[in-house]
């Protein structure tokens, strides 16, 4: 059964623009959500992290936010350049459970 | 400090054979953790191993495919009498041993293409 749905399979977006992708889990026991970049021929690289204790997450352009009522987490690319043109993944775990569920991934691309 | 690695980076079988992937968990890593992405798809967990010790394989296949990690040496994917629906990604994942609190993030390798012709 999958877990973790994310949507949507690809996205296309200009320079400049707000690339958004959204994740949705059913397990309440799940409580760490980190999105993975993977560029193609490399593995998943772990982009950012959140813990449900927080709503909002923020590292540099990358953004997590994050509603634990509707069981929802997005990521937020702002100002969206086309190095970051690459597969994301959302996933989901248990707190200091090795078993992490995986998305089906977000192809983006960012047009020049 | 090498992350991850994985060989062969490519892997190509005929129908039958076996195949073998071998995965070097980081330095200092105890945990290893096997994905398979088939094209346009998400990471599928198959099977996590420590040292000696299959933790969890409710992903792996029940025919055909075993995992190991022995005291010395990577951890081995087999994957015997190989199909064409094997051909896939197979990833390999490393994170430091469980210190009973905070999350162990995974470290992933490059990766071995696997081709069943």
């Known amino acids: 059964q999958q877990q973790v749905k994310q949507s949507p399979q690809s996205l296309i977006v200009q320079k400049g623009g707000i690339s958004i992708i959204n994740c949705a889990y059913e397990?309440?026991?799940?409580?760490?959500f980190p999105w993975y970049q993977q560029f193609p021929g490399k593995g998943p690289a772990l982009l950012i992290a959140?813990?449900?204790?927080?709503s909002e997450k923020k590292e540099g352009r990358f953004t997590i936010s994050f509603n634990k009522s509707a069981k929802q987490f997005s990521l937020h690319i702002m100002d969206s350049q086309p190095g970051d043109s690459a597969t994301y993944f959302c996933?989901?775990?248990?707190?200091?459970?090795?078993?992490?569920?995986f998305g089906a991934g977000t192809r983006l691309t960012v047009k020049p | 400090n090498a992350g991850v690695m994985q060989n062969p980076r490519h892997l190509v079988r005929r129908r039958g054979q076996e195949a073998r992937l071998r995965c070097s968990p980081m330095?200092?890593?105890?945990?290893v953790y096997w994905y398979r992405q088939l094209p346009e798809e998400g990471l599928k967990f198959m099977v996590y191993?420590?040292?000696?010790?299959?933790?969890?394989e409710s992903g792996m296949p029940k025919e055909r495919f075993s995992a190991e990690f022995p005291k010395e040496g990577p951890s081995i994917l087999r994957i015997q009498q190989v199909v064409r629906g094997d051909s896939a990604a197979y990833f390999c994942?490393?994170?430091?041993?469980?210190?009973?609190?905070?999350?162990?993030?995974?470290?992933f390798g490059p990766g071995t293409r696997l081709t069943v012709l």
């Open positions: 994942a490393s994170s430091q041993i469980s210190r009973g609190a905070g999350y162990n993030e995974q470290f």
């Open positions: 996933a989901a775990s248990k707190y200091n459970n090795n078993d992490m569920r």
């Open positions: 397990n309440t026991a799940f409580d760490y």
């Open positions: 959140i813990r449900p204790d927080v």
């Open positions: 191993l420590q040292k000696e010790n299959i933790i969890d």
């Open positions: 330095k200092g890593h105890s945990h």
